[in-house]
């Protein structure tokens, strides 16, 4: 086993790995940016290393910095947690040639499915079921109109190195091609420095339900199960729950031997999440693979009672898995509190927290990084904490996250936690009707005062 790990993120991840490791006997080693001074990972953690000034670029993305963090503290492995370098196969191939463990994917696995248009190219031949679209890269737009006639409209346009939810555009009719493909061309070398794109057939109405995957070092896979990720904001997560309304067990059954066909495919070795679109009659198509944690495996953990991140460490130090596949026994439901404006379309509300008090009671867990006077930095992502519950049922689940987020106090900035409160409240979500397209409709009623 591991005696040091470096943990190479911040905020409530970072946190996260690191109470894991404290339980399994591992030392740690935080590294933080000077914006992140003050952070509680920072203070959790057996050491700690400044990497260099807010900008990511500059610290939670620089890997020569990070290794040479790794180094002198005399670390053995690196958890990457989620985004930063979680899926960058050079730092893992850096991390390599170290001879530090990278605990998530290795580099060949991280660039098979790292570009997205690669990866469903190996999923049509390993037999798992993809959006219909095109094979490979679209680069003439003749050929791509074809395509687009071929597949049918409405089709959707997507930039082969993107992610978060940016990349994308819809197209509704031939008139329209065009002009979408010229824009989403730019904007992909823009935002990605990648202007390859690929083309699908955009699935109405469709649920984003994922499978929690494991592989070891051995060829053993398991699956844990879905989470439905359909309450999405401009294609990012805002809620996600385990068991999801929309599933049975045949298609549980389906999904997970598709999830893990996916992942043997590419002889994955870690945790790992294989993302589909399900549609009405409950079709299921192949997304994409992540090859790291996901934010939201905390749902997992509580219904099957397993600590995810224990369970990377473990494959990562060759400890072989059991191969069993896990059933929900229990509902989970998750809610991002960001610090955003809900009232104000989702902008973002950094500064500093002024009071906080976090929801407690039996079946309510809290993951974050905060706490009064600490100052949320700019210069990040804008979640500031997970609230996550867990009951028998998925009402009782719904009747505690409402209680839970009634409880919850934080000051001094917006948060997404008013949203939260009227999303629990709606017949609609309380009844499992939901598509992605359910916040499209969804209408936040500012409260008076
Ligand atoms: P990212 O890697 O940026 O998260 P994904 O490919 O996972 O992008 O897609 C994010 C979301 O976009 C999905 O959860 C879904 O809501 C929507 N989406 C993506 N592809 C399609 C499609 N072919 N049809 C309908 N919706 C889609």
């Known amino acids: 086993m591991f005696k040091k790990i470096l943990i190479a993120n911040r905020g409530e991840i970072a946190l996260r790995v690191?109470?894991?490791?404290?339980?399994m006997g591992i030392k740690t080693v935080a590294v933080y940016s000077t914006a992140d001074k003050e952070s509680l990972h920072v203070r959790f953690a057996d050491e700690a290393v400044?990497?260099?000034?807010?900008?990511?670029?500059?610290?939670?993305?620089?890997?020569?910095?990070?290794i040479a963090a790794a180094e002198i503290t005399n670390a053995d492995a690196i958890?990457?947690?989620?985004?930063?370098?979680?899926?960058?196969?050079?730092f893992s191939k850096l991390c390599q040639q170290h001879n530090i463990k990278f605990i998530g994917a290795l580099p060949?696995?991280?660039?098979?499915?790292?570009?997205?248009?690669?990866?469903k190219s190996t999923m049509i031949a390993a037999g798992v079921p993809c959006v219909p679209g095109t094979e490979g890269l679209v680069t003439d737009i003749t050929v791509a109109k074809k395509e687009a006639k071929r597949i049918g409209y409405p089709v959707i346009l997507k930039a082969t190195a993107g992610g978060g939810g940016k990349g994308m555009r819809l197209v509704w009719k031939e008139e329209e091609f065009q002009e979408a493909f010229d824009k989403a061309s730019q904007e992909a070398g823009a935002a990605f420095g990648n202007a390859g794109m690929y083309m699908e057939k955009y699935i109405l109405e469709p649920r984003h339900i994922e499978i929690q995957i494991a592989g070891d070092q051995y060829g053993t896979f398991c699956h844990m199960s879905e989470r439905d990720c359909s309450i999405q904001r401009r294609h990012q997560k805002l809620v996600e729950e385990t068991p999801s309304p929309f599933m049975t067990k045949a298609l549980r059954k389906k999904?997970?031997?598709?999830?893990?066909k996916a992942?043997?495919?590419v002889n994955y070795e870690g945790v790992g999440t294989v993302e589909f679109l399900v549609d009405k009659d409950r079709n299921f198509y192949f997304m994409e693979m992540n090859t790291r944690i996901q934010v939201e495996h905390t749902i997992t953990e509580e219904v099957i009672d397993y600590d995810l991140i224990r369970e990377q460490i473990k494959i990562a130090a060759g400890i072989p898995i059991s191969g069993l596949n896990y059933e929900p026994t229990r509902h989970s439901i998750q809610c991002r509190i960001n610090a955003e404006d809900p009232f104000n379309d989702f902008r973002p509300s950094p500064g500093k927290i002024t009071s906080y008090h976090s929801p407690g009671g039996h079946g309510v867990r809290v993951d974050t990084h905060v706490y009064a006077g600490y100052t949320i930095p700019p210069n990040y992502d804008s979640m500031i904490g997970k609230l996550i519950v867990s009951a028998q049922?998925?009402?009782?689940?719904i009747t505690k996250m409402e209680r839970a987020l009634s409880e919850y106090v934080i000051e001094g900035v917006n948060t997404t936690i008013p949203f939260h409160l009227q999303l629990m409240q709606n017949e609609q979500f309380r009844k499992?009707?939901?598509?992605?397209?359910?916040?499209e409709d969804f209408e936040i009623v500012k409260p008076k005062v």
Do not use: W
């Open 50 to 66: 400044c990497i260099g000034p807010p900008p990511s670029k500059e610290s939670y993305l620089n890997m020569s910095r990070i």
């Open 18 to 23: 690191i109470r894991t490791c404290r339980e």
């Open 263 to 265: 992942a043997a495919s």
């Open 79 to 90: 958890h990457p947690g989620y985004g930063f370098l979680s899926e960058n196969a050079k």
């Open 255 to 260: 999904m997970g031997e598709a999830a893990i």
């Open 432 to 439: 499992g009707n939901f598509t992605t397209k359910f916040l």
């Open 393 to 397: 049922t998925r009402e009782e689940a």
């Open 108 to 119: 060949e696995q991280i660039e098979a499915m790292g570009d997205k248009a690669t990866a």
